[in-house]
């Protein structure tokens, strides 16, 4: 679930009748949402605007670090397959995890803070990893739909 506005992406999913069609993929795919993606993965967000698909046990805010002229860019170490990993973390309007269950498996972090993180099937960013120059989020992404799922 790409980048966007996830006010209107929310208020989309709805209109179109795909929502089920999401949830229903997620119950046998691996779903990354990626900054407003993160958003409507969340199990709550700050915002009654956005229905999120409660795919991952977090709550996140909206905008958290800011608006479009506080983006920023950071090098960022990842946890991905055992081993670690840089890359580049391009923060725009990014939303914050503020809150998240124990199951929540925290891939890498700024500040302290969840910024990348898996949950069962699903991964989630507050960051853009198509912007980071490399494909290391995208690959690891993939190897968890290569993984049997038991139904």
């Known amino acids: 679930i790409p980048g966007g506005e996830s006010t209107t992406m929310s208020k989309l999913l709805d209109e179109s009748g795909l929502r089920q069609a999401v949830l229903d993929f997620a119950k046998q795919r691996s779903i990354l949402g990626t900054c407003a993606g993160m958003i409507l993965m969340a199990k709550d967000a700050d915002d009654d605007k956005v229905n999120p698909l409660r795919l991952i046990d977090m709550k996140v805010s909206r905008n958290a670090y800011g ?59 507050s960051f853009h990893p198509e912007l980071s120059g490399n494909n290391n989020v995208h690959r690891y992404f993939l190897s968890l739909n290569r993984k049997p799922v038991s139904t």
Not at 93 to 121: C, H, M, T, W, Y
């Open 67 to 125: 608006r479009q002229v506080d983006s920023f860019t950071t090098n960022l170490e990842m946890s991905l397959n055992g081993s670690t990993v840089s890359t580049k973390g391009v923060f725009i309007r990014a939303p914050r995890i503020i809150s998240f269950g124990q199951d929540l498996e925290i891939l890498a972090k700024v500040n302290d803070e969840p910024v990348l993180v898996k949950q069962g099937l699903h991964m989630a960013s």
